[in-house]
């Protein structure tokens, strides 16, 4: 089986390539290289540089013939998509558009697409579930949340199927170290951390402790990078199975506070690290953790790496060349 996989050479997008690879699929990745890595493409794959902006692009990889393909290419800052929301219309909007457009002049059917948990918005309740209001905060959300609709309706009027996998906090590395690629001026907490274990940068900012949770920090669901990746691989065979579109919300069901994140970082690391309580980052809800029992039930999806000592051992071997004896 022959996958294309849209902006596979990306932090999540690499990790996809690798699961369909070890799974035997025949991979291709197509990538701009923007924000993905050469070093994150590996021998056993094919690339394609190009870009979803320009169709032409798009047209010519299809015409080689898929028997399905995965979406990852996107901007994903939420907060630099309230600055600079016409980025984002364009890479997200008219960029799957184009995707989307020559996938059915191809025929290239199904197609998995990387939504977010951030179509949500603020939670009405936890943990979320698939049928949570969908009221994003943030431009980005409001992307993802305008795709999975033309994407609904393209399901209607053209037989394309789809899943649309909702990532909660995605986290972790590739626990055999083939994915070398680390992500640059990093937003997320993780990384942040890291950055700081290894001595790339001095602190951490904790954006507030007073937050109604069990530490008064915020309370996050992480999922490692991994087992997202393995569910693209079930979710498509599901589709060619039941010929059926899908949408699924993916975390772990596990909240963790960013306190607890930290103290578990120095745990393992062994490095200290110095965190500074500041105030709160604006649009961060108190808690965010996933019901990801559709995934259960319909994918068999259980998540096997996404505890969080996994998390921060197999994110920590990446960061270690850095740190000077
Ligand atoms: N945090 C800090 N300091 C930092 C960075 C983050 O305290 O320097 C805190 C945040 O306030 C938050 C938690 O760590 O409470 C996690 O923050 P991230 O920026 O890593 O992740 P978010 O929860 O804000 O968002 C992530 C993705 C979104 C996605 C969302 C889904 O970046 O794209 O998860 O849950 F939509």
Redesign the pocket.
Known sequence: MKILVIGGAGYIGSHVARAFLDRGYEVTVFDNLQSGFRENLFVDARFVHGDIMRPEQLRAVMAEGFDGCVHLAAL???GHSMLVPERYSEANITGTINLLNQALAAGISPVIFSS????FGNPHYQPIDENHPKEPENY??FT?LEIERILEWYDRLKGLRFAAI??????GYDTQGRVKGLELNP???????MEVAAGLRPK?????DDYPTRDG?????YVHVSDLAEAHVTAFEYILKHNKSITVNL?SETGV??FE?VERVRAITGRPILAEV?G??A???AE?V?SSSKARELLGWVPKQSDVDTLVRSTWQNYLKFVTP
């Open positions: 994903k800052s939420a977010s948990a951030a179509i980005y959300g993802k909702r990532y909660f906090n995605a986290a937003d997320n907490l993780l990384p942040i951390v951490l900012s904790i954006f507030g920090s915020c309370v996050r669901d975390g506070s960013v994140m500041t709160r980052r649009g961060d809800p965010l996933a």
